[in-house]
């Protein structure tokens, strides 16, 4: 399968494995969506999963851990605050996975990701990925 395709089918499915949940909201499976391609991204050109299961384990620890929902699920948190306001913008009760911020951080960083390999990986991956 082309690495393209295959990309889209692992974020489509990604996003699926995420999407049960009963607080899910529509920028919410966008951001599941662009989560999938950034988690992907660097396997494409690294052909290694630590990266990308160290970022997605980062992602949700460090949520969990500020006082966001994660993925609408609530957990433990050394900072507790209630949401005054549920909405686009803070992510309701999905978490900032929900937020339009969200949207903006994910596409921001895929953009730097493709840019790093795209520039730099060929030159990094002789030293440091073999």
Do not use: C
């Amino acid at each position: 399968m082309n690495k393209n395709m295959a990309l889209l089918v692992s974020a489509i499915i990604f996003t699926t494995m995420h999407a049960l949940n009963q607080n899910i909201t529509f920028i919410g499976l966008v951001n599941l969506f662009l989560a999938g391609i950034l988690l992907g991204l660097p396997y494409i050109y690294t052909k290694n999963l630590w990266f990308p299961i160290s970022l997605h384990f980062s992602w949700n620890f460090f949520q969990s851990l500020l006082g966001f929902n994660v993925s609408g699920k609530n957990s433990y948190s050394i900072v507790n605050f209630d949401l005054v306001e549920k909405n686009n913008f803070n992510g309701g009760d999905f978490g900032f996975e929900g937020s339009v911020l969200s949207v903006l951080s994910l596409t921001v960083l895929i953009i730097l990701t493709m840019y790093y390999f795209n520039r730099y990986g060929n030159e990094n991956k002789k030293t440091i990925f073999n």
